[in-house]
C-alpha cells in the first residue's frame, strides 16, 4: 500500500487496517494470510543454510524461530499501527515488558518506573532485575521534566512509562518525560496498550513500544500475544538480539487470530470508545460515585494531556465510588451486574467489571483519591443494556445500608 497519494495525506486507520500485513505472492494471493507452521527449513545445500544464517532477523525462512509469512504479516501490521518501523512478536503482553527491559539493561543499572504501573511489570523490576542487579526507582507518573530530570542518575538507562497508568488511569507527559531521559543518554519504554494507535509514541519521543496485543489488537478474549516496537535499526538490532536469545516468539496460529482481529479494530475500537464514553458519563452522574477515571471525559483527571497527545480513547476506565462505601460493597457491586463479567484483562468484545482498591501499589506517593475503585471495560453490548444492568450494580452496592 502506498504510505501516502501525491497530496501527503496519510491514510486513515480504517483503511490502514485493511491493508496492512497482506502478504501477497508469498502466500499465493490470498487476501489473509493464512497460518504457516513449522520449525525446520530444508535446504539443498550447507552453503545455502549458510548463506540462510547470515540473512538472520531480515524477513526470510531460516527456522521457525524466525517467523514466517504468517508471523511477519501481523509484525509489518503492528508496526505500522503504532507508526514504527520494526515490531517483534512475542507470546504474552508480559513477555512484550519484559523482553526489552533485558534487551535494555544490565547489571549495575538504574531502572525509572511510574508508581502506576502495571503489576506484573513492577513485580518483574523488583524481582527478577533485582536480583540481576539492576535498581528500580518508582516516580510519581504525573512528573514533569524537572521533576523526572531532578531523578536521573549517571546510570539511568531506561525510563519506564505507561499511560494512563493502570487501575489508576494518570496520563503522563510523555514528551516531557522523554526530554529529560533523552539529556541524560536514557531510553524510553512506552506500555502503549491503552493508547494503542491512538497515541503515537514515536511522534511523542518513546524509543520502544509495548503492546499487549491479547486487548483490543486480537479482540477476542481468546488468544495471548505482545508486540514491542521500534523506530530504528540500531534498536531493532538489541531488541531482536535478545529476543532471539530469550527464546522469545509467537505460535503462527496466535499470529493469525491476532491480524483477524485487526482487520476489525478500527470499528469495534470507536463503537467501544463512544459506548465507554456514554456510560462512563452515566456513571459520573450518579449520587454513588465519587469520580470516573477515564481520561477523555471533559474535566476527568489527565484530560488536557489526553487531548493535547491523544486522539481517541479506548472502552477501560475506573469509578471511584464516595468513600462511606467499602471495598465489600463493591464486590456486591460487581457480582449483581449480569452483563460485566468479572475477569482479569481486557479488550475482547465483552464487558467486564473487577474491583482493583487491592491491586494498587503506591511507594512514590499516594493516588490521590481515597473511595475503593472497581476497574470497567465496556465491550460491543448495547450500552442502553449497560446502563440498566449498572443500576442493577449500585442498588446491590447500596444494600448494606452504608
Ligand atoms: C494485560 C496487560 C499486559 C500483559 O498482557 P498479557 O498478554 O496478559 O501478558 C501488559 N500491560 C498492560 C497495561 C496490560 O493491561
Redesign the pocket.
Known amino acids: 500500500m502506498a504510505a501516502s497519494d501525491p497530496a501527503g495525506r496519510k491514510p486513515g486507520l480504517r483503511t490502514l487496517l485493511s491493508h496492512v500485513g497482506r502478504a501477497g505472492k508469498r502466500v499465493h494471493g490470498f487476501v489473509n494470510p493464512p497460518v504457516l507452521r513449522g520449525s525446520t527449513v530444508l535446504v539443498p545445500t550447507v552453503a545455502d543454510r549458510q548463506a540462510l544464517a547470515a540473512r538472520r532477523g531480515e524477513q526470510v525462512l531460516t527456522y521457525g524461530t524466525g517467523g514466517s509469512a504468517t508471523h511477519w504479516a501481523l509484525e509489518d501490521a503492528i508496526a505500522a499501527i503504532e507508526g514504527g518501523t520494526r515490531c517483534y512478536i512475542v507470546s504474552?503482553?508480559?513477555?512484550?515488558?519484559t523482553t526489552p527491559l533485558l534487551a535494555f539493561l544490565k547489571s549495575g543499572d538504574d531502572l525509572l518506573m511510574p508508581d502506576s504501573v502495571?503489576g506484573?511489570?513492577r513485580a518483574f523490576a523488583t524481582g527478577m532485575l533485582k536480583a540481576f542487579g539492576v535498581e528500580t526507582r518508582f516516580y510519581a507518573p504525573t512528573l514533569d521534566e524537572a521533576g523526572v530530570a531532578a531523578l536521573m542518575q549517571p546510570n539511568t538507562r531506561v525510563v519506564y512509562t505507561?499511560s494512563p497508568g493502570?487501575h489508576t488511569f494518570e496520563v503522563q507527559d510523555v514528551p516531557a518525560i522523554a526530554r529529560a531521559a533523552h539529556a541524560r543518554g536514557a531510553k524510553v519504554m512506552m506500555?502503549n496498550?491503552?493508547g494503542i494507535h491512538h497515541f503515537q509514541p514515536f511522534q511523542h519521543g518513546v524509543d520502544i513500544s509495548?503492546q499487549?496485543?491479547?486487548?483490543y489488537l486480537a479482540g477476542h478474549s481468546d488468544v495471548?500475544?505482545?508486540a514491542i516496537t521500534v523506530n530504528n535499526e540500531d534498536d531493532w538490532q538489541v531488541l531482536h538480539g535478545a529476543g532471539r536469545a530469550l527464546g522469545q516468539y509467537a505460535s503462527p496460529d496466535d499470529c493469525w487470530l491476532t491480524l483477524r482481529g485487526i482487520r476489525t479494530m478500527a470499528v469495534r475500537l470507536q463503537a467501544q470508545m463512544e459506548a465507554g464514553l456514554l456510560v462512563a458519563h452515566w456513571l459520573r452522574q450518579q449520587p454513588e460515585v465519587a469520580q470516573v477515571l477515564h481520561p477523555g471525559l471533559p474535566g476527568a483527571p489527565g484530560h488536557e494531556l489526553w487531548r493535547r497527545d491523544f486522539t481517541g480513547a479506548c472502552s477501560l476506565f475506573g469509578i471511584e465510588f464516595k468513600s462511606n462505601f467499602t471495598p465489600a460493597d463493591t464486590h456486591r457491586f460487581v457480582e449483581a451486574l449480569d452483563l460485566f463479567g468479572i475477569g482479569?484483562?481486557?479488550g475482547g468484545y465483552e464487558s467486564l467489571a473487577i474491583p482493583t482498591t487491592g491491586f494498587i501499589t503506591r511507594t512514590a506517593g499516594g493516588p490521590g483519591f481515597s473511595g475503593p475503585v472497581v476497574r470497567m471495560h465496556v465491550g460491543l453490548e448495547d450500552p442502553d443494556d449497560l446502563i440498566a444492568d449498572l443500576l442493577r450494580g449500585l442498588a446491590a452496592l447500596r444494600s448494606s445500608g452504608a
Open positions: 504474552t503482553g508480559l513477555a512484550a515488558v502495571y506484573p511489570a505507561e493502570s506500555d496498550t491503552w509495548i499487549a496485543a491479547t486487548k495471548l500475544i505482545g482479569a484483562s481486557w
